[in-house]
């Protein structure tokens, strides 16, 4: 009779198969992870090579696309590769992975080390020849009017005169009204000027200007201050004025005003030959002469010798040929504005004076036409 298999005998002859055919599977794995290692080094040893023989940095871009670019990089696809392996596998592939990584990333860093030092290198040899001249700095300079309202307030300054500003734009009562000028004056024919609307709403009784001389503050500082005042204005001021070659309609004045006990005419005259002496030198020659003007009284006028011609060419320009050029009008200040603003004509005095800033910046830059200094041509500008 034929023996009957037991259904279910452990064959032994299978069960060594199996177990050898599982060691057989096994060597084949580590024979395929140390070949896989072998490669990672092989891969790694020709990166190093074509890196360090990269000639510039788009070779090395280049180089660097193909181990680590994002998609296609060999050592990005080598590191892809670690999550399909199995958990034994992982550890000596990932650390292989690792390894090749860190030598390629070196190389790359070290080539480009030194082509950076190339082109250092190279840039040392067309250096910029540091001993040619520089290029010439343009220094500016004070415009010719504002060096001399500079001036005007420097010199008074050394005499006491605090320089102090007023709006340009005034009311009808201070420019004319408070200086003795009522509606109807003759004066104000001679100072006729551009009239303002206020967008606020006009005041009839308050008519807006452009003003005419700086007169105004002289009312203004004595109803905010109490006497002894010295103080010296420098300001814009506005005219209907046909421009000629010492009239502007819109330029500047200096107004001076000093009110204390016991001033007369002697300190006003001394401060006026002092401040020409100062801004000119002493071979300047100045005239005093008896003048008009409504908020003074006595008026003068106060003249400086022609710097163009030197009182010696009929024909000038500048002076009309009777070499003197008006500077300032000047006088005691009138008893009626004294009383105006509240102070004691008795016990106080003042002297006051009003002048042209141009006709000074002119006769100091010798420029023969006040149109010059605002015509912004820099060649008369830079010559000062
Ligand atoms: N304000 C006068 C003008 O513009 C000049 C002047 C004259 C000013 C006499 C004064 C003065 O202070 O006392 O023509």
New binding site residues.
Partial sequence: MVPRRPAFVPDESGLLFASFAAEARLSKRKDRMAAAVQDLKNLADRAVAEIAACADDAALEAARVRYFGRRDGAVTQATKQIATLPASEKPAYGAAVNEARARIEAALESRGAALRGAKVDQGLGEREDVTLPGRPVRVGRLHPVSRAIRDVSRIFGTMGFETVEGPEIETDYYNFEA?NIPPGHPARE??DTLWVSNPLGDDPKMPLLGR????PM?VRIMEQRKPPIRVVVPGR?YRYEATDAIRESIFF?Y???AIDEKLTMADLKGVLYSFARQYFGSQHNVRFRP?Y?P??EP???IAFSCVICEGKDPQCHTCGGDGWIEA??????HPAILRRVGYDPERYQG??????IERLAMLKSRAPDIRMLYQNDLRFLESF
């Fill in positions: 200086l001679k100072w005419t001389h700086t007169s002289q001021c004045q107004e001076g005003l003048d003007f908020f003074t008026s003068a006028e300032a009008g000047c006088g005691m200040v002297f006051a004076f009003g002048g042209g």
